[in-house]
T-cell receptor
Framework: KQEVTQIPAALSVPEGENLVLNCSFT??????LQWFRQDPGKGLTSLLL?????REQTSGRLNASLDKSSGRSTLYIAASQPGDSATYLC?????????????FGKGTKLSVIP | EAQVTQNPRYLITVTGKKLTVTCSQN?????MSWYRQDPGLGLRQIYY???????DKGDVPEGYKVSRKEKRNFPLILESPSPNQTSLYFC???????????FGEGSRLTVL
C-alpha cells in the first residue's frame, strides 16, 4: 500500500527566503504526483501536476521535481512571501488492480514571516 | 469561472437526521470524488465516480451513499449521521480519472 510522507510537518521562514518542501512515497510505480496548497478553512488549490514521465514542472515562483527511483518529490518556492503561508500537500496516484489509488500526505504547514 | 461548488458550507445536525451535501462542477469533468479531512488523519477518499451512473467505494465509505445521475452533480448522502462523521468534507473533480484534481471549498459538518 502506498504511503506518502511530508517532513517537516511545519516550517517557518523569513520573507524572501528560498525554500524546499519534501514529499516522499514508498511505491515508486506512480502514475503522477500533484502538489496543492490549502489555506485555513478553505479547499485545496492545485499548484502543479507532474506525470511519471516528467522530471519537473514550473509555475511562476514554484518548481516541483520528481525522482521516482528514490520515491521523492520536492516543491521549491523562490523568494517566499507572506502570502505563501498555507499548508502544502502532495498527492500520489498509483496504479493498482484496475484502479488508480490517490494517496495524500498530511501536509507541511508553511509560515512566511514578514 | 471554472469551479466546484459545495453546499452547505457549514452544517450542524443531530444523530440520525438524514442529510445531503451537494456538489456541482461546471467543467464537464468525468471524474468526481468525495473526501473527508480529519486532524492527524489527513484526507481520505469516501467515494468516487468515473462517469455518470458509475460509482465506487474509496477508503472510508461506511455510513455514506452517493449517486451520479448527471455529469455535473455528485451528492453525498448521510442516511443516519453519527458523531464520528463530524468532519470537513471536500468534493473534487477532474477531466479524467488520472487528471489534475480541482477541489470545492469544503463543507464543515458537525453531528451532535
Amino acid at each position: 500500500k502506498q504511503e506518502v510522507t511530508q517532513i517537516p510537518a511545519a516550517l517557518s521562514v523569513p520573507e524572501g527566503e528560498n525554500l524546499v518542501l519534501n514529499c516522499s512515497f514508498t511505491d515508486s510505480a506512480i502514475y503522477n504526483l500533484q502538489w496543492f496548497r490549502q489555506d485555513p478553512g478553505k479547499g485545496l488549490t492545485s499548484l502543479l501536476l507532474i506525470q511519471s514521465s516528467q522530471r519537473e514542472q514550473t509555475s511562476g515562483r514554484l518548481n516541483a521535481s520528481l525522482d521516482k527511483s528514490s520515491g521523492r518529490s520536492t516543491l521549491y518556492i523562490a523568494a517566499s512571501q507572506p502570502g505563501d503561508s498555507a499548508t502544502y500537500l502532495c498527492a500520489v496516484r498509483t496504479p493498482g488492480a484496475g484502479s488508480y489509488q490517490l494517496t495524500f500526505g498530511k501536509g507541511t504547514k508553511l509560515s512566511v514571516i514578514p | 469561472e471554472a469551479q466546484v461548488t459545495q453546499n452547505p458550507r457549514y452544517l450542524i445536525t443531530v444523530t440520525g437526521k438524514k442529510l445531503t451535501v451537494t456538489c456541482s462542477q461546471n467543467m464537464n469533468h468525468e471524474y468526481m470524488s468525495w473526501y473527508r479531512q480529519d486532524p492527524g488523519l489527513g484526507l481520505r477518499q469516501i467515494y468516487y465516480s468515473m462517469n455518470v451512473e458509475v460509482t465506487d467505494k474509496g477508503d472510508v465509505p461506511e455510513g455514506y451513499k452517493v449517486s451520479r445521475k448527471e455529469k455535473r452533480n455528485f451528492p453525498l448522502i448521510l442516511e443516519s449521521p453519527s458523531p464520528n462523521q463530524t468532519s470537513l468534507y471536500f468534493c473534487a473533480s477532474s477531466r479524467k480519472y488520472t487528471g489534475e484534481l480541482f477541489f470545492g471549498e469544503g463543507s464543515r459538518l458537525t453531528v451532535l
